[in-house]
């Protein structure tokens, strides 16, 4: 069982914008009732139709919110980074989870009742406007997905897809490697496509001098061409 201090340090320190916005006594509450949960790689954190009752908030690792659809095929939704906070607007919207969370690599969430939450939201408006700010956030994020994903070409979706895995987990240390190693079919399931699309486009951009690939390790070495395949496909 983790320490209360070390509860109230990690709040401090990895939630800091969300802590910040807490009265004293209000700070208390929440670190008794903070829990923290570790994931395996691929392990499912909520399912699709579940009744939500979290607010959670991803403290080390990369998750996945996708949606199964047609035929046995899923559409990741958004990518989750450290410290991006998720699963907590099927519950202001009284309904079930109409997505899945999962991680892409061992994973640590915190998690804090959704039913506090609200209390301290009703009566504290710092805190009110943040998660407005956050969901407002993240409509913004998911209409420009929609637009890009239905009107672009495969090149296009597969380049843009790229350039978001750079740009919510950045590189390794050599500046070019891509710091998640992703399956081919949850690239494709990204990038609203096909599995052999997506393994024949990287091969395309591979040949294209645009990345390099080695097994799930993906490398831009130009990333201004990617930039203009992302932007007029």
Not at 109 to 115: F, I, K, N, Q, T
Not at 156 to 175: I, W
Not at 192 to 212: P, V, W
Request: net charge positive; aromatic share 8%; hydrophobic share 35%.
């Amino acid at each position: 069982m983790v320490k209360k201090s070390t509860l109230e340090s990690i709040l401090q320190k990895e939630m800091s914008d969300f802590w910040a916005l807490l009265e004293n006594e209000e700070k208390r509450t929440i670190a008794e009732n903070f829990k923290i949960q570790n994931y395996k790689k691929n392990e499912i954190i909520y399912s699709e139709g579940e009744d939500p009752s979290q607010l959670m908030c991803l403290l080390k690792g990369k998750v996945k919110i996708y949606k199964d659809g047609v035929g046995g095929r899923s559409q990741i939704i958004r990518l989750i980074r450290p410290v991006q906070y998720f699963g907590y607007r099927a519950y202001f919207s009284r309904e079930p989870y109409v997505t899945a969370a999962a991680a892409i690599e061992s994973s640590t969430v915190g998690s804090l009742p959704m039913p506090l939450v609200e209390e301290y939201i009703r009566k504290n408006n710092g805190l009110a406007w943040f998660f407005i700010k956050e969901l407002s956030n993240d409509l913004g994020i998911s209409d420009a997905r929609t637009v890009n994903l239905t009107q672009k070409h495969i090149r296009g979706r597969l380049a843009e897809s790229l350039l978001v895995l750079k740009e919510n987990y950045g590189v390794e240390e050599d500046g070019l490697t891509l710091n998640i190693y992703m399956a081919r079919e949850d690239l494709a399931n990204l990038s609203n496509m096909t599995t052999s699309n997506a393994i024949r486009t990287l091969s395309s951009f591979t040949n294209e001098k645009i990345i390099t690939v080695d097994g799930r390790r993906i490398q831009i070495i130009d990333e201004d061409r990617l930039r203009k395949i992302s932007k007029f496909g």
